[in-house]
């Protein structure tokens, strides 16, 4: 049973618009929720993250938005940019930081140029 | 800082051999994680170390699998004996908590012929 949900396997985006990448979670326990952006033969690169006694945490151009009562999350990047292009993660935490991360299948980001 | 390293980036074995997969955890964290990335089911956690203690193995698929960490600054991940079904990407992680994200390494991929 996936606890992490990413729904979208793929998404493309034009260069200079926004992109959204979408996550839900099951598990009520989960309480800090990050994002990871991978590139093919690399390690996933941690992008942001939030804690669940928020709903919004803003880096640069990555925006991440916590909706706690419909155990969702949402990635924003503006303005997406060609290097922007990579599978997305989302990955979910409980025990205050004593678990590991569990995480979604990702969803694949094409920007066109 | 060189961040994660894992070593080997690739390796080849024959059904049936064992199979040692090393991680060298970034100096200063205490937590280590070791991640299987497959096509059908993602990115799973298999076990996690915190201060060099193991603290949850319940994903280990099988006793085939065992994982060490000797000291702060090296962990191993053996299979014995190794499958064809072992066969996948291989990742270590490791971290110093929350707020600072978890940092991968690039990944062993394994291939079991």
């Known amino acids: 049973d996936q606890q992490v949900k990413q729904n979208s396997p793929s998404l493309s985006v034009q260069e200079g618009r926004i992109s959204i990448l979408n996550c839900d979670y099951t598990?009520?326990?989960?309480?800090?929720f990050l994002w990871y952006k991978k590139y093919p033969a690399e390690g996933p690169t941690f992008l942001i993250s939030?804690?669940?006694?928020?709903d919004k945490n803003e880096d640069g151009r990555f925006t991440v938005f916590l909706n706690k009562s419909a155990k969702h999350l949402s990635l924003h990047i503006v303005p997406s940019q060609p290097g922007d292009s990579a599978v997305y993660f989302c990955?979910?935490?409980?025990?205050?930081?004593?678990?590991?991360?569990?995480f979604g299948k990702g969803t694949h980001l094409i920007i066109q140029p | 800082d060189a961040g994660v390293i894992q070593s080997p980036r690739h390796e080849v074995t024959e059904m049936g051999q064992e199979v040692t997969l090393r991680c060298k955890p970034i100096?200063?964290?205490?937590?280590l994680f070791w991640y299987r990335q497959t096509m059908m089911r993602g990115l799973e956690l298999l076990i996690y170390?915190?201060?060099?203690?193991?603290?949850?193995d319940s994903g280990m698929p099988e006793d085939r699998f065992s994982a060490k960490m000797p000291n702060a600054s090296f962990s191993t991940l053996k299979i014995q004996p190794s499958e064809p079904r072992d066969s996948a990407v291989y990742f270590c992680?490791?971290?110093?908590?929350?707020?600072?994200?978890?940092?991968f390494g690039s990944g062993t991929r394994l291939t079991v012929v």
């Open positions: 992680a490791s971290g110093r908590g929350r707020g600072y994200g978890y940092t």
């Open positions: 598990n009520s326990m989960f309480d800090y």
């Open positions: 939030i804690s669940s006694i928020k």
């Open positions: 990955a979910a935490q409980s025990g205050g930081g004593a678990d590991g991360l569990t």
């Open positions: 100096s200063g964290h205490n937590s």
């Open positions: 170390f915190n201060n060099n203690v193991p603290i949850d």
